[in-house]
């Protein structure tokens, strides 16, 4: 199940051993038998409250799977993320997204680099550049102030910053030209088609968002954007450029090839991977829809998970539990589903997020000495706010033949801020709704019949079976403080999963051939016939199709 080494080791063994000591364990009767099953098994830090009490395991299990990390050397690996080591070996990297959080003034050097000072020097022009936007400043070609932001981005440039913003909704400061944010991400330009319908030319401006500044879905959608707007304004392209677009990149010269000016680029670092770096420039989309205050206090929430993730002992650490009991789960109970279920419709957007962040960091299944593994690494993740979910999935939840895991997130207070003054008292109520079914789906979910008085009396299609593992993530209130704590114990825990599997996070290999072949295919679809001699004959026989006139 594990690299080999570790598969001989006492921790693993021992691990195992208490595995099939558990496999016959209902947590119907665990929470029968142990009236402080909660206390025990709970941990809290900052607004966050970990309740791992409804997982398949005990204070046993979990000294178990500490002793496991101990034997997989986490805490050295977690002093080399936090020390800029390369600890993305396939691409000769650090890691070091943890860094976009660190404070002004703490000091945070990777050789004689000093990395705080390239990090807020780009915090500082994305505040001059919000500050300018959001006050009406910012002018488009005709003189037009800008009441519309366009993000193009795919993937990482794509899901956290569009998760951040839509969960951030209620945080949003004050923003005297109304504006109005917007994202586009598919490469067949139906996002950006509909959008454009509605936008006004003279008022719209573009963020290119690219770690490269060369994956074909952005740069195709920003083609298409420029065009319309020398369409619609009749202007010169050097002037739309100046006023109408801002890039994000990693790649200077490539930006400025493509025709963004330098006063318009904001840097990335080949430190920051694309899914961990909603906390750089990358989240400039956030910054505009909430303001640089509450971005700057996402960014302090994250920070402070870091700080607890470097410093706690496993024992009290959120990000290596959570870590922990997915290794326990997929590895030891066997269970290769996992759904997240947030019990807010602000949140929407987090399973989505998610999806990227675990499987393209550890859906791998060679490790980082090249080896094949010969077990299990990272689940399928999916999910749907809660409500939405228990009339789509739960029904196999509760009575499949599927064991899936799942994380309840929500938070305890809502409904705080002044604008929903006028209707606070219903709006409460239909909080309270919320909270009621989260916690009566996780608990239907773990204790099945020992949930229902009289179960014993139904029909069969109509009983639970229960036994159903999940974790319940509760946060005092859906802050940018809490949500950016809550996003980097995310990150956290899939480093802790990839030292145990012996896999690296940092890369996406996998999705790369797949874009290759896909441009000798747009060739071929483009009338160059020598690009696809060796196409399969069900790949000739759609494009034929495709070529067809009928």
């Not at 400043?137 to 009441?147: F, H, K, M, P, V």
């Not at 193009?152 to 910053?161: A, F, K, N």
């Not at 770096?277 to 996402?298: K, N, V």
């Not at 946060?475 to 990839?498: C, N």
Request: charged share 20%; glycine share 10%.
């Amino acid at each position: 199940m594990m690299r080999a080494a570790l598969l001989e080791s006492e921790a693993w063994r021992g691990l195992e051993r208490h595995g099939k000591d558990m496999a016959g364990q209902h947590l119907a009767q665990l929470f029968a038998d142990d009236p402080n099953r909660f206390a025990e098994l709970h941990r809290r830090h900052g607004p966050l409250l970990l309740d791992f009490s409804k997982q398949r395991l005990t204070g046993e299990t979990v000294g178990h799977l500490i002793a496991l990390a101990d034997g997989c050397g986490l805490r050295e690996r977690i002093d080399a993320l936090f020390s800029g080591g390369q600890v993305n070996p396939s691409e000769g990297r650090a890691a070091m997204h943890w860094a976009l959080r660190v404070p002004a003034g703490q000091p945070c050097h990777i050789g004689a680099t000093d990395i705080a000072a390239a990090v807020h020097s780009q915090l500082q022009r994305m505040e001059d550049i919000v500050a300018q936007v959001r006050a009406g400043q910012w002018r488009g070609a005709t003189g037009e102030a800008i009441t519309d932001v366009v993000n193009i981005g795919v993937g990482g440039s794509d899901l956290g910053p569009l998760m951040v913003s839509e969960a951030l909704t209620d945080s949003r400061e004050p923003c005297p030209a109304q504006l109005r944010i917007h994202f586009a991400s598919t490469m067949d330009g139906s996002q950006l088609s509909q959008l454009l319908g509605g936008l006004n030319p003279h008022a719209t401006l573009f963020i290119i968002s690219s770690k490269s500044f060369s994956t074909i879905d952005t740069l195709s959608n920003a083609e298409t954007a420029l065009h319309w707007l020398e369409r619609e304004l009749g202007a010169e392209r050097a002037g739309l450029l100046a006023c109408h677009f801002l890039g994000v990149s990693a790649a200077t010269q490539k930006m400025s090839d493509w025709g963004i000016v330098a006063a318009n680029q904001m840097q990335l670092w080949d430190w920051v991977g694309g899914r961990y770096s909603l906390w750089s420039a990358i989240g400039l989309p956030i910054a505009l829809a909430i303001g640089m205050p509450a971005f700057r206090q996402l960014l302090a929430g994250a920070h402070a998970m870091d700080e607890h993730f470097r410093t706690a002992s496993a024992e009290e650490n959120l990000p290596t539990l959570l870590g922990l009991i997915g290794i326990w789960n997929t590895n030891v109970l066997g269970i290769n589903a996992h759904a997240v279920l947030p019990y807010d419709g602000r949140l929407k957007e987090l399973p989505n997020y998610l999806e990227q962040l675990e499987m393209e960091s550890n859906g791998k299944s060679v490790d980082m000495a090249g080896n094949t593994v010969g077990y299990a690494t990272c689940p399928i993740v999916w999910g749907n706010v809660g409500p939405n979910a228990q009339h789509a999935f739960y029904q196999l939840l509760h009575q499949g033949t599927e064991a899936v895991t799942c994380d309840f997130i929500v938070p305890a207070k809502r409904y705080l801020e002044a604008q929903h003054t006028d209707n606070a008292a219903e709006l409460a109520a239909q909080h309270e709704l919320a909270l009621a079914n989260c916690l009566a789906q996780s608990r239907l979910l773990a204790l099945g019949d020992g949930a229902v008085p009289g179960a014993e009396q139904l029909p069969m299609n109509q009983r639970y079976r229960g036994n159903q593992p999940s974790s319940t993530l509760l946060l005092d209130e859906l802050t940018p403080f809490s949500l950016g704590a809550l996003i980097a114990l995310y990150e956290h825990k899939v480093y802790v999963q990839s030292v145990i599997w012996g896999i690296n996070p940092f890369d996406q290999w996998g999705v790369e051939m797949g874009k290759r072949i896909a441009m000798d295919t747009l060739a071929f679809i483009r009338g160059d016939s020598e690009k696809l001699e060796n196409a399969d004959s069900s790949t000739r026989g759609l494009l034929s199709r495709i070529l067809s006139d009928v």
